[in-house]
């Protein structure tokens, strides 16, 4: 079975703090994803990358950056955080090509900042 | 600008109940569509991908239809149980790589 593991179910961070959040995939991906998701608003693309240090800005990009220094791994970083960026976050990864590329996700990181 | 539409927003089924679930999409030109179960505070599991060149996918109860040209999908549940009680979301993947998704319907199956 794929598995795409986030490092953390629940976080509290506090206003100002620097936050990484970790994403691993086993499954020798090429392409992996940050979305955050929000009552009323449905799953919104922050980053995605499709090869070890390439990446893509997604609709909201703005107080994040991504790390990809290895294939199975993603890490989404919050430079400063503010208490906007309260959300639950979804990492998810998928093989390249036009063929059978069903996307898995992780089980989500429900951040908090205070 | 792909832009995914699910209908309706929420839905209350008797348990036994058949249903369909809708999503629709603007830009046909995707490489393939994809549902998802949601539980409340966990991720998303994939239940049916639908490649752009088939009309449907089965597995277990559930069967997805594919109509690229009117730019619809549909997810079927046969039978439905109190346990298919979640939100599930459609995407579609374009050539970029990647998901855009629709909102979601919040399905609740009553006992």
């Known amino acids: 079975d794929v598995k795409v593991t986030q490092s953390s179910r629940y976080l509290v961070k506090r206003t100002g703090e620097k936050v990484f959040l970790e994403c691993v995939q086993d499954m020798d991906h090429e392409n992996m994803f940050w979305y955050r998701q929000d009552p009323g608003l449905g799953l919104r693309l922050i980053y995605f990358s499709y090869d070890v240090k390439m990446k893509e800005k997604g609709d909201i990009p703005e107080g994040y950056s991504v790390s990809r220094e290895k294939k199975e791994r993603f890490s989404l970083i919050l430079e400063s955080a503010s208490t906007n960026q309260t959300s639950m976050y979804l990492c998810a990864s998928s093989p390249t090509g036009h063929l059978n590329t069903e996307a898995f996700f992780g089980q989500g990181t429900r951040l908090t900042v205070v | ?111």
């Open chain 2, 1 to 111: 600008k792909q832009e995914v539409t699910q209908i309706p927003a929420a839905l209350s089924v008797p348990e036994g109940e058949n249903l369909v679930l809708n999503c629709s999409f603007t830009d046909s030109a995707i490489y393939n569509l994809q549902w998802f179960r949601q539980d409340p505070g966990k991720g998303l599991t994939s239940l049916l991908l639908i490649q752009s060149s088939q009309r449907e996918q089965t597995s277990g109860r559930l069967n997805a239809s594919l109509d690229k040209s009117s730019g619809r999908s549909t997810l079927y549940i046969a039978a439905s149980q109190p346990g298919d009680s979640a939100t599930y979301l459609c995407s579609v993947r374009d050539s970029s790589y990647k998901l855009i998704f629709g909102s979601g319907t919040r399905l609740l199956v009553r006992p």
